[in-house]
């Protein structure tokens, strides 16, 4: 028995375009849809459950995640109900349902809020810079230490057990059963996904789009890699110096194309930005960017003259890693990815 | 005896021919006495066949034909109008129906099809050598109508009689016009009120020169027929001088001391009302009324109005019309004790009901002391049913459920309107509406007629529950402040104008008309026409379109001064009756009364009443009447036909 609750529509709103309530369930989205299987059957259903305000049923439902957002049930709809951009919506909904902290959803919906963190974060890191009187050599080296310390922190009290409340609601919830061998035999699946986002390729004519974002999380993963594990700004190593350029500009000339075609609103992806998108996109463009501008400081020697470079960097780093990462768009990486490997696990049972 | 008949066996394509062997029907015709010309054809109704049958009746001389084909239903009239271009009398013709009653009842055997065609083409052989040359009788009409019903059809259909220059008399049962439509607030698609709508219509009907309307009226006998209705009308007291000068204030002071309190029907029974009343204060007409029934004449009213005449008396007043037409409109369907918790649930009240209650609640929604937040409208309650006998949808209903909820979602606060239909109906522009409400976060759940929506009291709570077909089946449940039971179209009460009339009631209980496509506004009684929600439910436009079209028929009918009837009638030989009564009473239509003949009484047949439907002849006893058109000769030469 479950009650209907009309409120969560609204709370879904805040989350992204919501036109979802003109929905006269004729299921054409479903149809449309290259994705949907006769295991996970959606748009229609999330939609349903939106409007019903159902919130245990998506909460528990995986549907949302398998969606990549091609936007045919979009054109296709009626209604003018957008189920796309709703399946997006309860994208964005689930991160801030994992979020144990509250923050995500915080940051989601209010946009004053996520200024005034972003504003935070900048202060913190000017004031930093003033208390270390602007030197260079130290605070380069901090800036290597928090990247270190962010990833293992953020990742410990954030990410890790926010996958384990993911998992908590769609596998232990429901009640599934599931055979702890069978989380290894299926992890191959999980790392798939994480590396190859090869699900895209299901939507009609995401060809072009699946290969630049594989770009984009390579080069962005490996830029990560070579800033902290390699050390790119401390290095005299050319080869390394070499890679890290490459990295950051293929990271920013991605993301510009991304930022270009959500201004543009040229596919049915880029209609709806929300908040959380435009920072995500944005803040991966300038890291790029500012990191291969340090670099170049570095290389014509002018960033002793010019530490407010790096300081720009450190700000939009830190920005990264303390919010966006832990709390924002960035999320979607691995939320996809387990979403995958748990259905398949799912399924398996 | 007609001696030189032509026969025409139609193939109908391949429908007849298929299984019916024509050539064979054709060779036995040609054999019969008195066929002079037997052919097979292709299609009997088609142009070219209907000029070659004109022309062999010219050419040939023929002095009568037989079309075997198919129903007469479908082609008599054709066939009657090849014999009269051909410059017979249309009654020399019989149709024989070889398809319906042959080839497709028997498409299993052949063989016995075509005997049987055979037989039945002697059988309208024989029939049309009796026929006889008859001519459609004429009655004088007169140029005036009575409307029956001041609602919104009645209303529209006086007016634009009164415009074609028929004399209209508008009779309303209740003291004021309006009927349902005043009942209801806003409308759609224009907005305005129903009452502004009826405010209308009264000022041009009150100002016409050629309508007379009465309110508090209604018929209690007939005499005479189409052309001629002589209608008695009782007129109901008002207790009110006619001259009164609309004091408000006297009025108001009146009402205030009127000790009586009844249900308030204008409001659906969910307020009272004092024994002198006026249901809004631009109701027409503007001089208030005392309901009769509820008043006990105590007197107090009289001391501060003097515009109160507690003894008037019932008037009767006899008009004259050439039809009727009839607009009496619905009643809402009253749910049974414990449907859906009516009458058990306090809080469960019919779409009726809630309209009246958002038009009294002007700034928030309270019900039963209670403020109205969560409201569950449960769809087809009475309409649709499986078991129960209203199998019909009522057709306005989804409709005006989902305009209420938008109207009552924009006027109060945070209101949820939950929606449990079987399929909603928003046809036509209508579907806007459900646009609307849904994009206005309105949730529709849906379940079929086997497993309906549950309301259930829990503790201080109304819970309705469904197994909502759109999630999977599962069980769903919403706790409503208040439950609206959408309940759709039954006729009004109209059991008096019915024993009067005899107009037919179909099985779902509405009047019923001659043929729902080609005649959809005629009864089987001449001259009575019926129009709006008193024959099908109907919302207001598609009543006002049914209200007009009775009209022009009604103009049509009357407005000439002559109306032609059908020859098909009951004659008596007067010689033989000996007035034994028995075929008044098999009479459905009292066509049949008394008169003196040399030195008996006989039975006479009004012209103008007898449908032809020749329920006397089996009952008379002495064998004294006759069918014309069908007449004993022609009957048992026909059967004889049949079984030799």
Not at chain 2, 51 to 67: R, S, Y
Not at chain 2, 100 to 117: F, I, M, R, V, Y
Not at chain 2, 477 to 493: H, K, Q, S, W, Y
């Amino acid at each position: 028995m479950a009650k209907i609750n009309p409120d969560f529509a609204k709370e879904i709103f805040k989350y992204g375009n919501g036109d979802f309530n003109a929905c006269y369930n004729c299921g054409n989205c479903t149809a449309v849809c290259s994705l949907t299987d006769e295991h996970n059957s959606f748009p229609r259903k999330m939609v349903r459950a939106s409007v019903l305000g159902l919130d245990e049923k998506i909460t528990t439902s995986l549907d949302p995640w398998l969606c990549y957002y091609c936007g045919d049930c979009a054109t296709t709809c009626p209604r003018e109900a957008n189920p796309g951009e709703l399946m997006m919506s309860l994208r964005r909904w689930l991160t801030a349902k994992y979020d144990w902290t509250g923050l995500s959803g915080l940051l989601q919906k209010s946009l004053l809020f996520s200024l005034f963190a972003f504003i935070i974060t900048a202060i913190g890191v000017i004031y930093y810079s003033v208390y270390q009187n602007f030197n260079v050599e130290t605070i380069m080296h901090h800036g290597h230490l928090f990247e270190m310390l962010s990833i293992a922190s953020v990742f410990t009290f954030i990410i890790l057990p926010n996958l384990f409340r993911m998992w908590y609601f769609v596998i232990i919830k429901p009640g599934i059963k599931v055979k702890f061998i069978t989380y290894f035999k299926e992890f191959q699946d999980l790392l798939i996904h994480m590396f190859t986002q090869k699900r895209t390729l299901g939507c009609d004519d995401s060809q072009t789009r699946w290969f630049m974002h594989l770009i984009l999380v390579f080069g962005y993963l490996a830029l990560l890699f070579t800033t902290v594990v390699l050390d790119w700004f401390g290095t005299e190593n050319l080869f390394i110096i070499l890679l890290g350029y490459i990295e950051s500009v293929v990271i920013f000339i991605i993301t510009f194309i991304f930022v270009a075609g959500r201004i543009q609103k040229n596919k049915e992806v880029n209609k709806f930005s929300q908040p959380s998108d435009w920072f995500f996109v944005i803040w991966l463009f300038l890291l790029g960017f500012t990191a291969f501008i340090v670099r170049v400081f570095i290389d014509l020697d002018l960033i002793e003259n010019n530490i407010w470079m790096y300081l720009f960097h450190l700000i939009v780093l830190v920005q990264w890693a303390l919010i966006i990462v832990p709390f924002g768009k960035w999320t979607h990486f691995l939320y996809r990815s387990f979403a995958m490997y748990f259905d398949k696990i799912k399924q398996v049972v | 005896m007609k001696n030189k008949i032509g026969v025409y066996v139609c193939m109908c394509g391949s429908n007849i021919s298929d299984y019916v062997d024509v050539d064979k029907v054709k060779e036995a015709a040609e054999k019969i006495d008195g066929v002079y010309v037997a052919k097979t054809t292709m299609f009997a109704c088609a142009d070219s066949t209907q000029q070659e049958i004109e022309n062999d009746i010219k050419e040939q001389k023929l002095d009568a034909i037989v079309v075997a084909s198919c129903s007469p239903k479908l082609h008599l009239d054709t066939f009657r109008n090849v014999a009269q271009r051909g410059g017979l009398n249309p009654y020399n013709y019989v149709q024989v129906n070889i398809r319906e009653q042959g080839s497709w009842a028997h498409s299993d055997n052949p063989p016995l099809a075509t005997e049987k065609a055979i037989n039945l083409v002697k059988g309208g052989i024989e029939r049309v050598k009796h026929s006889k040359e008859l001519i459609p009788i004429k009655i004088p009409s007169i140029n005036a109508v009575a409307v029956v019903g001041a609602g919104i059809a009645g209303m529209r259909a006086a007016l634009e009689l009164a415009e074609m220059g028929t004399t209209v008399h508008l009779i309303e049962r209740e003291h004021f016009v309006g009927g349902r439509t005043s009942q209801w607030n806003v409308l759609f698609t224009t907005n305005e009120t129903g009452q502004e709508v009826v405010t209308r219509l009264y000022h041009q009907i009150n100002t016409h020169p050629k309508i007379t309307l009465y309110t508090g009226t209604e018929i209690i006998g007939k005499k005479g027929s189409v052309g001629e209705f002589n209608l008695t009308l009782k007129i109901k007291p008002r207790y009110i001088k006619p001259d009164c000068k609309h004091d408000i204030k006297d009025l108001e002071k009146a009402i205030a001391v009127c000790p009586i309190e009844v249900d308030d029907e204008f409001n659906f029974n969910i307020t009272k009302r004092k024994a002198i009343y006026k249901n809004y204060c631009s109701e027409f007409p503007e001089i208030p009324a005392i309901d009769c029934e509820a008043c006990n004449k105590c007197g107090e009213c009289v001391k501060i109005c003097a515009d109160i005449d507690l003894n008037q008396q019932p008037e009767e007043v006899n008009i004259s019309v050439g039809a009727i037409q009839l607009s009496t409109g619905f009643n809402p369907y009253e749910p049974t004790k414990g449907e859906f918790g009516f009458g058990e649930i306090d809080n469960v009240i019919t779409l009726q009901q809630f309209k009246r209650l958002i038009e009294l609640n002007e700034d928030a929604l309270i019900y039963n002391n209670k403020t109205i937040k969560n409201i569950a409208y449960i769809y087809c309650v009475g309409s649709r049913q499986i078991d129960g006998p209203n199998k019909y949808c009522s057709r306005y209903c989804c409709t005006s459920a989902i305009h209420t909820a938008i109207l009552a979602k924009e006027k109060y606060s945070e209101i949820n309107n939950f929606h449990f239909n079987r399929g909603i109906r928003t046809y036509g522009k209508q579907e806007k509406l459900y646009h609307e409400a849904s994009e206005a976060g309105d949730i529709f759940l849906q379940s079929f007629e086997e497993a309906p929506p549950q309301v259930e009291r829990a503790g201080n709570e109304t819970i309705v529950k469904i197994n909502d077909i759109l999630t999977d089946n599962e069980e769903l449940e919403v706790n409503a402040d208040l439950v609206v039971l959408v309940t759709g179209m039954v006729p009004r009460d109209y059991e008096g104008i019915v024993n009067i009339l005899k107009v037919p009631i179909g099985r779902d209980k509405f009047f019923n008309e001659i043929h729902p496509k080609l005649r959809p506004v005629e009864t089987v009684i001449d001259g009575v026409l019926i129009s709006g929600a008193c024959q099908a439910p109907l919302n207001i436009t598609e009543s006002v379109k049914s209200a007009l079209s009775a009209a022009s028929k009604v103009n049509s009918l009357v407005s000439s001064g002559e109306i032609k009837l059908e020859p098909t009638m009951a004659v008596i030989h007067n010689d033989k009756c000996t007035w034994c009564d028995k075929c008044t009473e098999a009479c459905p239509y009292d066509a049949i009364s008394k008169i003196k003949y040399k030195d008996k009484e006989v039975a006479e047949v009004s012209k103008s009443l007898c449908k032809g439907c020749g329920m006397c002849l089996p009952v008379c006893p002495e064998n004294a009447i006759d069918l014309i058109g069908y007449t004993d000769i022609e009957m048992e030469s026909m059967i004889e036909a049949l079984i030799y």
